[in-house]
């Protein structure tokens, strides 16, 4: 059973393995805080929480100290040193969106970069960020697009059922997969993902106009390869398809990922004229929408060149589909062939077939 | 005894023969067998769950029927709206907003030459007026009914036949998103291919599934919040001052706090074109948003082919009277506001936008633009926020 919450956490458990920077919207109160200190707990990393709102600039971008010569340099914090320390572990900016602008900027550099003044933090670092949506915060910013463009966003919500188990036993939460080493290898998403964007050139950057978007997702070269990259990781990992949906969505926005799902589905799909060709032996979907598909595609090239011998194999297409799956399907399909019928071509066996059930269905 | 899917095939074909454009929506839906249902149900996750005694006494126009009410829930979403409006299945609420969400979808229904088995719930029956949003009946209905239960796709709340899962459609939330707008494509299509065949709650919903709207109170909260603080630094960082402290830390070089404060205009257009209760709501609301944000005291410009401006503080603002009526000329008012000193460094107009606008921004500050109504936005130099009028109903997605 995969509820969406579960989903949020095993995406949160891949973003983390991936080392790619989460942020959490949430209302106050859920429990963000909690889970995300759990999770480190149980993997055994250092867990370092920073309070964003409380702090000023200098703490994320060094303390600028003038030295002998005259020279500056920018000092670490204490909890950056720490981390240093630990070799790694998890930096958890709590209470994002009530930092002021200025922190936000100082944020982009160690979000990006794992830089912290003149500190670099080790590449295992990951860093998971908290945010109360605006409206919900007092004294909330909105975040900057810029800075918002570089988090994964998921979407804490919290539902009765596992908060009512959670008071009784115990709060449960998944333990951080090792990242599997062979992350090198070509997963659907890395050849999905290009493909989908060369047929849709447009989305590869859709900067935010409107205040709204601007602090959530939104698709940009940028977040499209931490897409990708998330993706990958959550198959090898074996994720349930809605947990990468959440990972996709949580990169590029809504908008982009429902074109690239609704592209994947069709992409999917086998060509029209090559059913057309072998139009008793090619495989088909085995969906019903999928089928529906295949066969209004079929439609759609005749429509465009249509001959007898065309004609027919669609016939025997809809048949295969009237046996193999769903006679409805089929016969919405042979209302069409019906009306395509090209001149001089002898009438279809297969026709007389679907005649009682569209009469049955009060069609004819 | 499980469903008869050949009657279930008939009852897809005759549908689709109507509606065209469910096909993707419809193909997906994974029929389920729940002896002593009584009726058809829908969960999140797309299973549509029919009682095979019910569904077999069914003539193949009321099943197409049904599979057109039932697609209908997950179309528009009404589990994760009646989530939004706070339903509960103690208090009765979740029965009352699946009736709600009954009556959006019949009315639509009864157009159709398609007739739900039984005695349907219809806005008439209920004695409300058509083409309202399930949320719209949900607050005007008193009691409810007892009726027939369309599961949790349609008010949210589990039930005992629910799988909880996806289908064999493998419907997530995301693909449901997919599907919603797949169908809301088929739909705008078909309707521009054949003006006048799609009913008009659908076409309602097809358009208002592209553009995401948000509260316009949040918007403008926002929007105030953000000038507030870009225009005054209301609390931020700068280097340009050092800090008092800094011979204390010296090396360390540590910011100071800049807070100048924000002054702001609210310049309310009191033509006889403004409706005085949307007027009173547009005011009352704005101010409010604008004293929580933290002005205290704002100018108050009240303008119609003449303006006059009071200072005025926020806790005081029920006690001011607005005069006005006749024509509009807002330039007056947005002139004398950015005259006023202390200058203001945002100026919040309200108007229901039936006015002359200058071409150019009148002065230098931060212009924010509600209008009530449909009327037509303010020039590029302010932000327009439109706030609907009492009279108009809300499009669906301004709920959330």
């Known amino acids: 059973m995969t509820t969406t919450a579960d989903a949020t956490l095993q995406a949160l458990t891949v973003a983390i393995a991936a080392r790619v920077p989460v942020l959490m919207w949430g209302a106050p109160g859920t429990g963000k805080t909690s889970v995300v200190r759990e999770l480190a707990s149980r993997a055994g990393m250092h867990c370092e929480t920073v309070l964003a709102s409380i702090r000023e600039p200098s703490d994320f971008s060094g303390l600028p100290v003038v030295r002998p010569d005259g020279t500056v340099s920018f000092a670490p914090p204490s909890w950056a040193q720490r981390l240093v320390e630990h070799s790694g572990g998890l930096l958890f900016l709590d209470e994002l969106s009530t930092a002021p602008p200025a922190v936000q900027a100082a944020l982009l550099r160690v979000v990006l970069d794992r830089t912290v003044g003149d500190l670099e933090l080790p590449a295992s670092t990951a860093i998971v960020a908290a945010a109360n949506p605006p409206e919900q915060a007092a004294g909330g910013w909105d975040l900057s697009a810029p800075l918002a463009n570089r988090f994964l966003h998921l979407e804490w919500t919290t539902d009765g059922r596992t908060v009512a188990h959670g008071l009784a036993h115990g709060f449960s939460v998944p333990v951080v997969p090792e990242p599997p080493t062979h992350a090198t290898t070509t997963s659907t998403w890395s050849s999905l993902i290009p493909a989908f964007l060369t047929a849709r050139p447009h989305l590869h950057l859709v900067a935010p106009t409107d205040i709204e978007q601007s602090g959530r997702a939104w698709p940009s070269p940028r977040s499209w390869h931490m897409a990708m990259r998330l993706g990958q990781l959550a198959e090898l990992m074996g994720m349930d398809r809605s947990v990468v949906h959440q990972l996709l969505m949580g990169s590029v926005g809504t908008a982009a990922t429902v074109e690239l799902l609704t592209w994947v589905d069709s992409f999917d799909l086998p060509d029209p004229e090559d059913v057309l060709a072998k139009p008793t032996t090619h495989p088909l979907p085995g969906r019903a929408d999928q089928v529906h598909a295949v066969l209004m595609a079929i439609v759609a090239s005749l429509r465009h060149r249509n001959s007898a011998e065309r004609w027919h194999a669609a016939w025997q297409v809809a048949d295969r589909v009237a046996n193999d799956h769903a006679p409805d399907i089929a016969a919405t399909t042979a209302i069409e062939l019906a009306r395509l019928q090209p001149r001089g071509a002898a009438p279809s066996p297969s026709a007389r077939q679907f005649v009682p059930l569209l009469r049955e269905a009060g069609v004819l | 005894m499980s469903v008869d899917l050949r009657r279930l095939g008939l009852a897809r074909l005759r549908l689709l023969d109507r509606r065209p454009y469910y096909a993707t929506g419809l193909y997906r839906l994974s029929p ?252 009352t609301e704005t101010t409010a948003v604008l004293a929580q944000s933290g002005m205290a005291e704002m100018w108050l410009v009240s303008c119609d082919t003449q303006a006059r401006a009071q200072r005025v503080r926020a806790s005081r603002l029920r006690q001011v009277s607005l005069t006005g009526g006749g024509g509009t000329d807002l330039e007056v008012g947005l002139r004398l506001a950015l005259g006023q000193w202390p200058r203001p460094d945002l100026v919040v107009t309200i108007t229901d936008g039936f006015t002359p606008w200058p071409t150019d921004p009148p002065g230098h500050a931060v212009f924010v633009v509600c209008v009530v109504g449909d009327g037509p936005p303010a020039p590029g130099w302010a932000t327009t926020v439109h706030i609907p009028s009492s009279g108009s109903p809300e499009t669906s997605r301004d709920i959330f």
Request: proline share 8%.
């Open chain 2, 32 to 283: 389920r067998s729940v002896p002593g249902l009584g009726t058809a149900a829908v969960d999140r996750h797309w299973n549509l769950y029919l009682d095979p005694d019910a569904a077999a006494e069914w003539t193949i126009d009321h099943y197409a029927a049904v599979l057109e009410h039932e697609l209908g829930h997950l179309l528009r979403d009404h589990a994760t709206r009646a989530d939004l409006q706070g339903v509960h299945e103690h208090d009765g609420s979740a029965k009352r907003f699946n009736i709600a969400a009954d009556a959006e979808i019949n009315d639509d229904l009864t157009d159709s030459g398609l007739a739900l088995p039984g005695a349907p719930v219809t806005p008439s029956t209920l004695g409300l007026p058509d083409g309202q949003l399930a949320e719209w009946y949900f607050h005007r209905l008193p009691v409810a009914p007892d009726t027939c239960d369309c599961g949790s796709g349609a008010h949210g709340q589990a039930r005992p036949w629910d799988l909880d899962r996806p289908g064999d459609g493998g419907v997530d939330p995301v693909t449901a998103e997919v599907l919603r707008s797949a169908v809301a494509d088929a739909v705008r299509q078909h309707q521009s291919r054949y003006p006048g065949s799609v009913p008009a709650g659908l076409i309602r919903w097809a358009h208002a599934l592209g553009r995401s709207a948000v509260d316009w109170r949040t918007l403008l909260r926002r929007l105030v919040r953000r000038h507030a603080a870009t225009t005054s630094g209301q609390v931020d960082y700068t280097m340009s001052r050092p800090s008092r402290r800094s011979h204390v830390t010296h090396p360390v070089v540590p910011p100071s706090l800049r807070r100048p404060t924000p002054q702001v205009a609210v310049v309310i257009d009191t033509s006889g074109s403004m409706s005085e209760g949307d007027l009173a709501t547009a005011v």
